[in-house]
């Protein structure tokens, strides 16, 4: 990881500094683990392995405080939780024929 990295949370979009990404490290915001793949710059699901380090060892839980070497924080990965709405009329659209 880089000395100077800084993040954001990936659960609550909370910003981080390198300090706080330390293998049991937790956001002072929501209390969720910090150094997890999805707080990762490498994380991209639909790879294998959710992961564009090809040699990174598979990690089951992406929500988990983990040991992965490759770990780097990464500011675009909170997505703010989608609204009821905007759920709703996906689910309509899907079914309308």
Known sequence: MTPNAEGICWACGEKLSASQY????ECPSCRKQTHVCRNCRFYEPGRPNDCQEPIAEPVRDKDRANFCDYFEPSSNTYEPAADADRL???AEDLFDL
């Open 88 to 90: 709703r009329a996906a």
């Open 22 to 25: 330390q293998r049991e490290g």
